[in-house]
């Protein structure tokens, strides 16, 4: 822990436990993570319904995991393949500074610009009451914002860095939505890793 004490940001928010370390990787770590990590995962890119209609999830996701059980959001069930080498490496040096043990991790590829997550929160029942929830970025940097649910005033933006590390824990998942917004910048591809634990 003592390894990062310099580099640990503690974001002040109501209702909110926010951690970031903006070069938890440095950066030839960072390349080789996204590198192995953009050829050896299986992406898929699941049907969302919105108001009744079906369209293609403005990603490619995939799930890996401890065991077989599925992880289920926005009505879509995924099916974890086991671990990599590599994410367990990833995840070994999280739960360190989480200070948590992670048995799940959904992985998100967002190739440009107009690939996109809406408002959400990290609330499924199979994450328990206070989640803990840790974010890898790797590749393009992109804007995280954040709204509390009933704080009008109270928005946050944080532009999450190549290699950087995001920890949201405690009542987080209560009160804030987050997302990752479309821009029309042209941009190259981001790799996004959320370590999280699944209860039975």
């Known amino acids: 822990m003592d390894l990062f004490t ?3 940001e503690h974001l002040q928010l109501p209702n909110a436990e926010l951690t970031y370390v ?3 990787f440095k950066k030839h770590e960072a390349d080789s993570f996204f590198d192995t990590i953009y050829s050896e995962t299986n992406w898929q890119q699941d049907d969302i319904k919105i108001f009744g209609k079906l369209y293609k999830q403005p990603r490619l996701t995939a799930l890996y995991g401890e065991s077989g059980q599925p992880y289920s959001y926005s009505n879509i069930t995924m099916y974890p393949k086991y671990f990599t080498s590599t994410l367990l490496s990833i995840k070994e040096r ?10 799940t991790v959904l992985i998100n590829l967002y190739r440009h610009g107009q690939d996109s997550n809406g408002w959400h929160a990290d609330n499924e029942k199979e994450l328990g009451k ?6 890898i970025s790797l590749g393009e940097e992109r804007p ?3 709204k509390h649910r009933s704080i009008k005033e109270a928005k ?3 532009i999450l860095k190549h290699g950087s590390l995001l920890i949201m824990k405690g009542e987080m998942q209560h009160f804030w939505l987050h997302q990752i917004a479309k821009t029309k910048k042209e941009i190259g591809p981001r790799i996004n890793l959320t370590f999280r634990k699944l209860i039975n």
Do not use: G, M, Q, W
Not at 94 to 103: G, L, P, Q, V, Y
């Open 130 to 135: 206070n989640p803990i929830i840790a974010s």
């Open 94 to 103: 999280i739960e360190k500074i989480a200070e948590s043990d992670f048995n």
């Open 22 to 24: 903006p070069e938890f």
């Open 156 to 158: 946050h933006k944080l």
């Open 144 to 146: 995280f914002h954040f």
């Open 6 to 8: 310099n580099e640990i």
